[in-house]
């Protein structure tokens, strides 16, 4: 168990709908990252927070958006949603200061 | 910018045989180096991490190895077994800014399989 919990673990929507997906980071992390995975690609780096704040921004669409909340938490929120858009999505946490990275078990959103 | 390329992209072996994956980095200023193992739709998990000061970290059947002046690492399995069939994934951490974390560059993994 890595320490980082994500919400829900399954989430299958309609085309065009709107879906929050939730990560709690590991106690003490101040950062949480977010990626997503699409079938048998790598993972695709989307946002990271760092103590409330947006720190960097990867290939993250514009129908996306993310926040971290001040209990640390973070939530990704996918709308307009597309088939496109099934994937795993992914958080990881981690401390400042180079403690790399834990992940999550990933949501796994399925857009019908 | 800040690059990790990972070889080869996919792998074949017999169980029971060694391999070896590589990983090479233009990533600064740098903070680490992690090995992490993603089975198929799970998250990835750490094997391994390496700061700039060490150059071999083992896990078990897991060694890898770092070598900062050339920035490149290499993940050494030993003896391999079926259940080691899964992506590996090369992560170097850059040192942020004061007080802005640190910034995680991903390698697209090696996909191994370990075969009868």
């Known amino acids: 168990d890595s320490g980082v919990t994500q919400t829900p673990k399954h989430l299958i929507t309609a085309t065009g709908q709107r879906v929050t997906l939730r990560c709690s980071p590991r106690?003490?992390?101040?950062?949480v990252y977010w990626y997503q995975q699409s079938l048998d690609q790598g993972l695709q780096f989307l946002i990271q927070?760092?103590?409330?704040?947006?720190?960097a921004k990867g290939n993250i669409l514009e129908r996306f958006s993310a926040q971290q909340f001040p209990d640390l938490h973070s939530e990704l929120n996918l709308s307009s949603l597309e088939l496109g858009d099934s994937a795993l999505y992914f958080c990881?946490?981690?401390?400042?200061?180079?403690?790399?990275?834990?992940f999550g078990q990933g949501t796994r959103l399925t857009v019908v | 910018k800040n690059q990790v390329e990972q070889s080869p992209q996919s792998l074949i072996i017999l169980e029971g045989k060694n391999c070896t994956l590589q990983?090479?980095?233009?990533?600064?200023?740098?903070?680490?180096l992690r090995w992490y193992k993603q089975d198929t739709g799970r998250g990835p998990v750490s094997l391994t991490i390496?700061?700039?000061?060490?150059n071999t970290k083992s896990n078990g059947r897991y060694t890898a190895t770092l070598d900062a002046d050339t920035k490149q690492s290499s993940l050494h399995i030993t003896a391999s077994q079926l259940s080691d069939s899964a992506s590996y994934i090369c992560?170097?951490?850059?040192?942020?800014?004061?007080?802005?974390?640190?910034?995680?560059?991903f390698g697209t993994g090696t996909q191994l399989k370990v075969e009868l």
């Open positions: 990881a946490s981690s401390v400042e200061g180079g403690g790399g990275a834990f």
């Open positions: 106690s003490g992390d101040l950062s």
């Open positions: 927070y760092y103590n409330g704040e947006e720190r």
């Open positions: 990983c090479n980095y233009t990533v600064s200023p740098f903070s680490n």
């Open positions: 390496m700061t700039f000061s060490e």
């Open positions: 992560v170097v951490s850059a040192w942020g800014l004061t007080g802005g974390g640190n910034k995680l560059t």
